[in-house]
């Protein structure tokens, strides 16, 4: 092949904004990048000289799709700050939330995002057209997940009932075992369309990636657990910073997050799963087998399976907690803002985010750094782009676009999310 120039001005189906770029010279794909020219959005800048309590209002505005990730991350690092852990109902609640989180933002990718990829369709809009049932489907198991959010957080998008100790007000348990019958219909749903995406055809890929989330003692992994690798990384959230390191490229206003000394790793789906297949639910896991996928996963064009297997544990955990849930005495904890940096990570949709936070005595922010699964996983995109092109060569022009944004909405990527300040340098003569 000559030398050729592919560029994709805006990608469809993912949010945010950011195009594809391809370089192909003599039959060698010598460049590909994922160009995210988003304006940055100072969300870490806009939080310092704030008071700490009003962190979950300000980050959940990051994101539109995955609030709640940011609203617990955030408040996750703040109780560490101050020396506060939380258990009992207020985390049970959290809990629950996290799940509505899962099952509305993995729904969206899978049946509006990423579904008409391997169905043919340039959008949701015409895929509905012709298969109305599976866009109803995907409504339902969203709407399952919304109300949920509702309930627990105010309302479904920005919620606004998170507080740094728990929450303002508790949901009673009327209103949560009222969401049950839709929730177990979802989650019938959910089971249904794991088998539905294993039965997708789907592009030959693997790459032996260095996968890393979160992982607990006993639980598939959302606001809880130390950090873990496939390549033996066990850290505390804590030590996140001594093991990654964020830089700039010129070709994008997010950073690229990599571990250090090893480069390019995955967060997200494909990594909670390979890293934590032995915590999913009996129901989760029988749903996964059935597909095919009781083994490691390193194909991320079937991330649509495993996110469909990570609906169907959000929903089976959303109604044991709804079943198990109690009022908890107060729906918050008192938390004294001390002197001090604290970290936290939970599992966003999308993989692991992490935030930390330095106070001041009398609980004003000095310092806030926001670290999205985006930008971690942007090194490990343009790789597989090089890699997936590379072995595609011989398709038209069209065909390998095509292909190429594909590869990189198997990420689900949240462009708005990534976008952070490029340090400005000024030189004059």
């Given at each position: 092949m000559p030398r050729k120039t592919i560029k994709v001005q805006a990608l469809a189906r993912v949010e945010g904004e950011g195009?594809?770029?391809?370089?192909?010279?003599?039959?060698?794909?010598?460049?590909?990048?994922?160009?995210?020219?988003?304006?940055?959005?100072?969300?870490e800048a806009f939080l310092r000289g704030r008071d700490f309590m009003e962190t979950p209002d300000i980050v959940a505005r990051i994101c539109g799709i995955c609030p709640?990730?940011?609203?617990?991350?955030?408040?996750?690092?703040?109780?560490?700050?101050?020396?506060?852990?939380?258990?009992?109902?207020?985390?049970?609640l959290r809990r629950m939330l996290y799940c509505g989180e899962w099952i509305e933002s993995n729904v969206l990718h899978v049946y509006m995002l990423h579904a008409p990829d391997f169905l043919g369709y340039p959008s949701a809009i015409e895929l509905a057209k012709d298969h109305p049932g599976v866009v109803e489907k995907g409504l339902a198991l969203k709407k399952a997940g919304n109300d949920l959010i509702e309930v627990i957080g105010g309302r479904a998008i920005h919620p606004i009932n998170i507080k740094v100790g728990g929450f303002h007000k508790s949901p009673s348990k009327q209103k949560l075992r009222a969401l049950l019958d839709d929730m177990k219909r979802a989650r019938d749903i959910a089971v249904e369309t794991v088998a539905w995406a294993a039965s997708l055809d789907m592009p030959d890929y693997e790459r032996e990636y260095e996968f890393v989330s979160l992982?607990?003692?006993?639980?598939?992994?959302?606001?809880?657990?130390?950090?873990?690798?496939?390549?033996?990384?066990?850290?505390?959230?804590?030590?996140?910073?001594?093991?990654?390191?964020?830089?700039?490229?010129?070709?994008?206003?997010?950073?690229?997050?990599?571990?250090?000394?090893?480069?390019?790793?995955?967060?997200?789906?494909?990594?909670?799963?390979?890293?934590n297949r032995d915590r999913l639910s009996p129901l989760a896991a029988e749903a996964a087998r059935s597909a095919g996928y009781d083994r490691p996963c390193r194909n991320p064009f079937a991330s649509i399976v495993v996110r469909s297997i990570e609906v169907v544990e959000a929903c089976d955990e959303a109604i044991r907690l709804i079943e198990n849930y109690s009022l908890p005495d107060a729906p918050a904890v008192e938390v004294e803002p001390k002197a001090a940096t604290g970290f936290g990570a939970t599992e966003a949709p999308r993989g692991l985010l992490y935030h930390s936070y330095r106070l001041a005595a009398d609980g004003t922010i000095e310092m806030a750094r926001i670290i999205p699964p985006t930008s971690q996983n942007q090194p490990s995109i343009e790789q597989d782009l090089q890699e997936v092109a590379q072995k595609s060569l011989n398709m038209n022009e069209d065909a390998l676009t095509h292909l190429c944004e594909q590869t990189i909405r198997n990420y689900d990527p949240c462009i708005s999310c990534a976008t952070h300040f490029l340090k400005l340098n000024i030189e004059r003569t």
């Open positions: 195009g594809l770029y391809l370089r192909i010279n003599n039959d060698t794909v010598q460049d590909a990048r994922l160009e995210i020219f988003e304006p940055p959005r100072f969300f709640v990730a940011y609203q617990m991350s955030g408040v996750h690092a703040l109780e560490n700050t101050c020396g506060v852990k939380i258990d009992g109902p207020i985390r049970d992982r607990h003692d006993s639980e598939y992994p959302m606001n809880e657990g130390r950090i873990v690798s496939s390549a033996g990384m066990d850290i505390a959230v804590p030590d996140y910073e001594k093991h990654f390191e964020e830089i700039h490229v010129p070709h994008s206003t997010a950073l690229h997050s990599t571990i250090k000394g090893r480069g390019s790793y995955l967060v997200g789906p494909l990594a909670r799963f390979n890293l």
